[in-house]
């Protein structure tokens, strides 16, 4: 096994968000499902550094075999919603950013693991088409540390609901008005009710986005990290973005 099985080994990473993430590769490389294996088949079709790829795995390789070619392939595929191709960049970066953790006083690995998938979603492709990997470490080092001096001065707050649902409920409602916070909790029932999200990702957004707690009194309450809790709400609000649709159907 590779990349993050190899820093479980090396640094016996077997708990925390970095456990997390090791044991869910696991279970996606032997998934031979047809759910996974005709996606990365289908990557191959779309990106031809991609080709004769079979499973999560072979994609992988490939990133270190070709870096740019297969991260650029993939950054695409992210770009066009795919969160599957954004988890195997996630992955070939891991054992990278746990030694920058190691190495960092003031910030956990689950920081730097939520800024990189950040980083991953944001990243300007056109511009920066080379040093891919390095650029993506880089930018999410600065990222660490520009939160971090937020937090020392005071000035981090949760995301404000309109910032983030005001677009969703223009796509599933029809409503150009910045959205209240009971609309915004009827929206993530109609979601889970849906299986856009399940449970743990609707509470976790009610804690953020209605009530208001930060992400650090967010990972209090569910017993989890801070790095852990914008994670999960940048997944589940990427969910909600591509279902809006459907979920105006369903509202």
Known sequence: MTGIAEECARWQTTEGIVGALNREWRHLVGDASHEYRGSVESWGERQSVLRGCHSLADVLLRVRESPDLALSALLALVRNGDQLAGR???????????????????????????????????????????????????????????????????????????????????????????????????????????????????????????????????????????????IRCNRAVQRLRSSAHSLSEAA
């Open 88 to 230: 195997v960049i996630l992955q070939s970066l891991v054992g990278r950013l746990v030694g920058m953790a190691r190495r960092d006083v003031r910030a956990g690995v689950d920081d730097y693991l939520a800024a990189l998938w950040c980083e991953i979603r944001t990243y300007p492709l056109e511009r920066r088409p080379r040093q891919i990997a390095a650029n993506l470490a880089l930018d999410t080092l600065k990222a660490v540390r520009r939160e971090h001096r937020w937090l020392v001065r005071g000035e981090v707050s949760t995301w404000p609901p309109g910032d983030v649902f005001e677009g969703l409920m223009e796509t599933a409602r029809g409503r150009h008005a910045v959205p209240d916070l009971l609309e915004v909790t009827d929206l993530l029932d109609v979601a889970q009710r849906s299986a856009v999200i399940d449970d743990v990702a609707r509470r976790v957004l009610v804690s953020v986005y209605v009530e208001g707690l930060t992400s650090r009194e967010a990972a209090e309450r569910h017993q989890t990290s801070p790095g852990a809790i914008r």
